[in-house]
């Protein structure tokens, strides 16, 4: 793939990563509204703020195989279509259990999203430059609730929540025209799938210690950035008492700021590794950083000062930026081009669980202490779990070998020493 195809790509994958995170937080924006005309306590919108991602969770290990025995961009496009299309249905949506349905279907289609990303980064990208094209995706991601919490703030406010999801779903289709228009035809996702197009097995992957440190640590910071993706706006609408367009603008805020801090992350950690740092050592030190410094979000919470609190949530969400931009870049590393969409399928899918966690739990915590401050308390515990992953079950060593490629090294090394 030559230079200006990969940027291009990649372009476009920060544009529909964006999407994706807008239609995934969407529900969140029109909370209070929403809950108000279908008579939904805490408890319920709990509920319906995790059903995305059972779905989600749960269809992950099918992506992540699927992206290795498929044109990943088609298989893409596809998902495309359907998550979007879940998005524009939910504004017909009359009950509870109906906008549930669909938000198992939004899961669905959502769930191919980082096993394709992955694959292509990893295959397409050279190592140098995977900090920067993660970081610029995952920029994407937290731009993208910025854009949804700020924009799908004031349409809610103005034109009532139905309307939110029938210009996110329809509108985000317009996407799809250059993205089939640029795919290659007839031919798989990347040149280098065709070179070993299983690799690993999933039970070789789940061997791994360094796995499940990753695992650990997203687990826990997708706790935290689920809490903050899908309770924040409620947050401050019931307990700052923002109005809905003091909440669409203030809001929006702490999503800029881990947009910033990942693209300036991204690009800081490969510039280490230019000046010979290990990409291991590096990012997962920078992403450790980042989880324990996204600690201040509870001393945020206890303060009254509503532009102090919002500077202080903003400043945790700046560090939790430094752990977003590195976490896929490690996976990445570790397990190389031919494990790195099944190793991504696998850990977002166990990472992801804190997607139903989250919502559920807080939901739980508002209705039964009618507060959020215990809700903060066990995000910040996650952040230290997972910086402590890290640092103390990830190791340094990358890639790892898999399969042939580590008999072949083992018998070159063998048959050096004969010599």
């Given at each position: ?24 937080s ?5 909370a ?9 306590g ?14 989600y969770?749960v ?9 290795g ?8 496009g ?15 949506a009359?009950s509870?259990?109906?906008?549930f ?7 669905m ?20 430059h995977?900090?920067l094209?993660n ?12 854009l949804?919490?700020l ?36 031919q ?7 070179l070993?197009?299983?690799g ?5 992957i789940?061997?791994?210690?360094d ?17 903050i993706?899908?309770?924040l ?5 019931t ?8 909440m ?13 801090a990942s693209?300036?992350s ?11 740092g290990s990409?291991?050592r ?14 201040l ?8 000062n ?15 930026g ?10 990445q590393?570790?397990?190389?081009p ?16 804190a ?11 508002v209705?039964k202490?009618?507060?959020?401050f ?6 910040c ?12 079950v ?12 580590a ?13």
């Amino acid at each position: 793939m030559t230079a200006r195809r990969q940027w291009v790509l990649l372009a476009l994958l920060v544009v529909s990563i964006g999407i994706n995170y807008i239609d995934r937080s969407n529900l969140s924006v029109a909370a209070t509204d929403l809950s108000r005309e279908l008579s939904l306590g805490p408890g319920d919108l709990g509920r319906l703020l995790s059903a995305f991602f059972w779905s989600y969770a749960v269809f992950l290990l099918g992506a992540a195989w699927l992206v290795g025995r498929c044109n990943v961009y088609l298989v893409y496009g596809l998902a495309f279509v359907v998550w979007s299309a879940a998005t524009a249905l939910m504004g017909f949506a009359h009950s509870l259990s109906g906008l549930f349905a669909l938000r198992l279907v939004l899961g669905m289609g959502e769930s191919m999203a980082y096993p394709a990303y992955s694959r292509m980064i990893a295959c397409d990208f050279p190592a140098r430059h995977r900090g920067l094209a993660n970081s610029a995706i995952d920029a994407g991601a937290k731009a993208g609730p910025a854009l949804g919490t700020l924009v799908g703030g004031l349409i809610v406010a103005r034109l009532g929540w139905r309307y939110l999801f029938y210009f996110l779903g329809f509108g985000a289709m317009l996407w799809l025209a250059p993205w089939f228009a640029m795919i290659p035809r007839g031919q798989r996702a990347t040149e280098a799938a065709t070179l070993e197009p299983a690799g690993p097995s999933f039970w070789e992957i789940a061997k791994k210690r360094d796995f499940w440190g990753t695992v650990v640590a997203l687990f826990c910071g997708n706790y935290a950035w689920y809490f903050i993706l899908t309770w924040l706006p409620a947050y401050l609408e019931t307990e700052r008492h923002f109005s809905k367009t003091m909440m669409a603008v203030y809001g929006s805020i702490p999503y800029w700021g881990i947009a910033i801090a990942s693209i300036t992350s991204g690009w800081f950690s490969d510039r280490l590794i230019e000046r010979g740092g290990s990409a291991v050592r590096v990012r997962k030190t920078l992403a450790a950083s980042g989880l324990l410094l996204a600690t201040l979000v509870l001393p945020a919470n206890l303060l009254t000062n509503q532009v102090a609190a919002m500077a202080l949530m903003t400043a945790g969400c700046l560090a939790y930026g430094l752990f977003s931009s590195n976490c896929w870049a490690i996976t990445q590393t570790l397990g190389g081009p031919s494990a790195a969409g099944k190793w991504t399928g696998m850990q977002n899918c166990l990472g992801n669980l804190a997607g139903i966690a989250a919502p559920w739990l807080t939901g739980l915590i508002v209705e039964k202490t009618g507060q959020f401050f215990l809700a903060f308390v066990a995000v910040c515990v996650c952040l230290v779990i997972g910086a402590c992953s890290y640092l103390f079950v990830v190791g340094n060593a990358a890639p790892i070998e898999w399969g042939a490629e580590a008999r072949r090294n083992r018998g070159l090394l063998y048959s050096g020493g004969n010599h």
